[in-house]
């Protein structure tokens, strides 16, 4: 869970989409030596809205990988 980094340093944290394999329509992407300012848990609006979070990263290096 990310809500307890919040104000703090991260070293890494990587973000899959699916549990399928790495590809270009499945991309991972890795945020590296960053400050995690902002974290708002799920957003599940109306029923049948795609639920969502939002992470805010300071800094940083952020590395998209498609395979």
């Not at 890494?12 to 945020?31: D, G, L, M, Q, Y």
């Not at 109306?46 to 498609?66: P, R």
């Amino acid at each position: 869970t990310l809500f307890p980094l919040v104000g703090t340093q991260v070293n890494t944290i990587k973000v899959v989409p699916t549990a399928s394999a790495v590809s270009a329509t499945n991309p991972s992407f890795t945020v590296s030596n960053s400050y995690l300012s902002g974290y708002a848990p799920v957003n599940m609006g109306a029923v049948g809205d795609l639920a969502s979070v939002e992470a805010v990263f300071n800094g940083g290096t952020l590395v998209k990988a498609t395979a």
